[in-house]
C-alpha cells in the first residue's frame, strides 16, 4: 500500500490511504462545502494550501472541464475521507498528492482548535514521517507569501467581450475565478483582464466604468499594487471588489484586515444584509476579513455566525464589495445580482462623467 503522511504544525502526523504520489506543503484549511469540489479545486484562492473537505466522499458526480474555474488545481494537496477515482486520476494527472482514509472530522477539530496552520504531506511507496516532517519544516505562513499574485494572475492584459455594449470593467486578476468574467459577460460587460501589478497607467488608457479588485490567495496586505491603484483610482471612477477585492479595498482606504482563526470555507454561510434585513446563503472561502472598514467605508452585509463583514460600501465614493462569492459556483446563486449592482453604478457613472478638458 502507498504510504501516506501528514505533519501538522506542532509535530503530530496523521496517516492515511495514499491515492495520488508526491510531497507537498501548505496552509491546512478545510470546507464544509457538500458539492463543487470540481470549482473548489481549481479555486486560485487556495494556492499554497492544502484542502481538506470535510464532506465525506468527494468525487461522486465525476470531473467535467466545464465546471473548472481555472485551468489547473491550485491546492498543493488534498486531503479526505473518501476520494473516487475520477478525482484521483485528475489530482494525480495534475501532479498533486491526495491522502484519503483520514478521519477528517479530527483534522477539522484540530483546526477549529488549533487555527489554520502548515502541515507537510508525502505520499508515495518509500516515503516516511520524516518526510512529511521535512514539507512541514520547508512551509511559509501564508502572509509569508509576499508576492502570491504572481503565481496566479495573468501576465499580459486579456479582453473578453470586446464588441458587447455594456460598461468596460477593469478586472484586476489577484487570481480570478473563471465565473466573475463569465457573471460580467453574461451582463454585456466588456471585461479587461489585467495583471494584479498592472500600472495605473496602463489602467488609465481603457479609461474603464469600474475598477473591479478580483478574489485570491493569501494575505490582502501583500498587494500593495492593488491598494495603490484603487488609491489612485477611487476618486474618479467606480470600485467594485469580491473577497481579496474587498479586503484590499479596505487597505487602500484606511481600514485594516485581520487573520482569521480558521477561515469560512463552505457554500451554506448566511449573511445578513443591513438594509433590507434579508438573509442569504453564500459561497465562502476566506482566511482573512475585514477587521475595521476605516471612514470611508460603511459595512452593509455582516456575517449571521460572527458578525464579520461581508458587504461594504464607499461612503463619499462609487463602491461596492462583497467578501463572499457572489458569483456562486459553487454554491448557492441567491446572491448574483451583485453583478446588477456593479454594473449599474458603473453605467451611472459612465452617462454622468463630465469629459475631461482638451
Ligand atoms: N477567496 C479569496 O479571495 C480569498 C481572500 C484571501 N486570500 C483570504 O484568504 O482571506
Known amino acids: 500500500m502507498t504510504a501516506a503522511y501528514v505533519a501538522l504544525e506542532g509535530g503530530h502526523v496523521l496517516e492515511g490511504r495514499g491515492r495520488a504520489p508526491g510531497t507537498a506543503h501548505g496552509e491546512l484549511v478545510f470546507t464544509t462545502a457538500y458539492t463543487g469540489y470540481e470549482e473548489s479545486l481549481t479555486d486560485p484562492s487556495y494556492e499554497e494550501q492544502v484542502l481538506t473537505f470535510s464532506y465525506p466522499l468527494i468525487g461522486n458526480y465525476g470531473v467535467r472541464e466545464e465546471r473548472f474555474e481555472d485551468d489547473r488545481v491550485h491546492p498543493r494537496a488534498v486531503l479526505a475521507k473518501e476520494l473516487t477515482a475520477d478525482v484521483v486520476d485528475w489530482l494525480d494527472s495534475e501532479g498533486v498528492p491526495a491522502i484519503d482514509h483520514l478521519d477528517t472530522r479530527e483534522v477539522v477539530t484540530d483546526i477549529r482548535d488549533g487555527g489554520a496552520m502548515k502541515c507537510g504531506i508525502a505520499v508515495g511507496e518509500d516515503v516516511t514521517q520524516e518526510d512529511a516532517l ?52 453574461d451582463r454585456d460587460a466588456t471585461v479587461h483582464v489585467l495583471p494584479y501589478d498592472v500600472a495605473a497607467a496602463d489602467v488609465d488608457a481603457l479609461d474603464p466604468d469600474v475598477l473591479f479588485i478580483s478574489n485570491g490567495p493569501g494575505d490582502p496586505a501583500n498587494y500593495e499594487d ?79 455566525n460572527d458578525d464579520t463583514p461581508e458587504g461594504l460600501d464607499g461612503i463619499q465614493h462609487d463602491i461596492i464589495t462583497r ?28 452617462t454622468t462623467a463630465v469629459p475631461a478638458d482638451d
Open 134 to 185: 521535512d514539507e512541514l519544516a520547508a512551509c511559509k505562513s501564508m502572509s509569508e507569501h509576499t508576492d502570491i499574485g504572481t503565481q496566479v494572475s495573468v501576465d499580459e492584459p486579456i479582453v473578453h467581450g470586446a464588441d458587447n455594449d455594456g460598461p468596460d470593467v477593469a478586472l484586476v486578476d489577484c487570481g480570478a475565478k473563471g465565473s466573475i468574467v463569465d457573471s460580467l459577460l
Open 226 to 304: 492593488a491598494i495603490s491603484l484603487v488609491q489612485a483610482f477611487v476618486e474618479e471612477t467606480p470600485v467594485a471588489g469580491i473577497c481579496l477585492g474587498q479586503q484590499i479595498v479596505a487597505e487602500a482606504l484606511g481600514g485594516t484586515t485581520t487573520k482569521m482563526t480558521f477561515g469560512h470555507r463552505g457554500v451554506n454561510q448566511p449573511v445578513l444584509d443591513l438594509e433590507s434585513g434579508q438573509v442569504v446563503m453564500t459561497t465562502q472561502n476566506h482566511g482573512y476579513t475585514v477587521d475595521d472598514p476605516g471612514d470611508h467605508l460603511e459595512i452593509t452585509q455582516v456575517n449571521v
Open 323 to 350: 467578501q463572499y462569492h457572489p458569483e456562486a459556483n459553487p454554491g448557492p446563486e441567491d446572491t448574483l445580482d451583485f453583478f446588477d449592482d456593479v454594473l449599474a453604478m458603473a453605467e451611472t457613472h459612465a
